[in-house]
């Protein structure tokens, strides 16, 4: 099986995308304008115990997401994630430039999980709840989501 990575655009339209590792440059420019929610300079987010992964449509950043490979565990942590400005509708409240962009990154941790034999075993932890009945809902039982509150209220 190939993995062909993919966001949506305005239109509907596939638009295809290549994940490689985060470079220094791309994480600091989540400090200039438009300003991402999240600092990927940040020291949290500059965990070495943390593999950073950008996707890109052509040159233009989309995504970032970290990584936390759990040998012990058997499973890919998806620590954090991240859409673009544009497409990010806590920063936009317009109409997102693409969409899949979570879906995306937390098919890249199933990738990640598979490559390192785990069987693409995955944990996501949902930034709020209104996430996690989202990704719960889209995604069924194919990712283990915990979040800051109770998982039987969602």
Do not use: C
């Amino acid at each position: 099986m190939q993995f062909k990575p993919f966001v949506f655009d305005k239109s509907h339209m596939q638009v295809p995308v290549s994940i490689e590792p985060m470079r220094q440059q791309e994480a600091e420019s989540t400090n200039l304008p438009p300003v991402w929610q999240t600092s990927w300079t940040s020291e949290y987010l500059s965990e070495e115990r943390l593999t950073r992964y950008a996707a890109k449509a052509g040159d233009e950043l989309v995504a970032l997401a970290a990584y936390e490979i759990l040998k012990n565990s058997l499973v890919v942590h998806i620590v954090y994630m991240e859409a673009q400005p544009e497409s990010n509708p806590t920063l936009d409240d317009t109409e997102p430039k693409y969409t899949g962009i979570g879906r995306l990154m937390i098919a890249y941790g199933i990738k990640l999980s598979i490559d390192n034999g785990f069987a693409g075993d995955v944990v996501l932890e949902a930034k709020t709840t209104e996430l996690a009945k989202h990704y719960k809902m889209t995604l069924g039982r194919s990712v283990f989501l915990y979040s800051v509150r109770p998982l039987q209220d969602i």
